[in-house]
């Protein structure tokens, strides 16, 4: 049996943007028990020369929302990385609108997408992919990078996460 291009993208991008919004209304709660400011993760990095947390949360929905977007549309533009500063309630909010943008995605148009061209321009380079290559393997190893680092920025910083709360509603069979 074929794998349909909703099937391996828009339940896959929810499982872990659900997550996402998880931990970020657990580091919240964090931030309220201990006084912590939660602007101030906002900034936090794990290594000077990696980006901050925001942009880390931003790439979740972006290579989420945005990469089904673009296999539609053809044309992906990655973020910039120097942003405005924002504060945490927007994060939690922006993860929540992808959420909500990946939950109305009909299953028969997002597999009409399927094999169409998308090109995307990273200088010098011009990669040529189809919706399935451009998916799996650049949008979602993206998507699960800045996923994990965010996840780790906020253990990082003492806010009490494990192993399942990063790998949010699991999809197992049912029996």
Request: negative net charge.
């Amino acid at each position: 049996m074929a794998t349909l291009l909703y099937d391996l993208s828009v339940p896959t991008f929810l499982q872990t943007v659900s997550a996402v919004g998880g931990f970020l209304d657990r580091a919240a709660t964090h931030c309220a028990e201990t006084g912590a400011d939660p602007d101030d993760y906002v900034n936090a990095r794990l290594f000077h020369d990696m980006a901050p947390f925001r942009f880390q949360v931003e790439c979740v929905a972006h290579h989420s929302v945005w990469a089904l977007e673009a296999v539609k549309t053809g044309v992906f533009a990655p973020p910039a990385l120097v942003g405005p500063q924002i504060p945490s309630a927007d994060l939690r909010a922006m993860i929540a609108q992808a959420e909500a943008a990946l939950k109305a995605l009909p299953p028969d148009e997002v597999n009409s997408w399927a094999g169409k061209d998308l090109d995307l321009q990273l200088p010098p380079r011009k990669l040529a992919f189809t919706s399935e290559t451009f998916l799996l393997s650049f949008s979602l190893p993206n998507f699960y990078f800045h996923a994990v680092t965010a996840y780790n920025i906020l253990r990082t910083r003492g806010v009490p996460l494990g192993k399942r709360d990063y790998e949010g509603q699991l999809r197992t069979r049912l029996t």
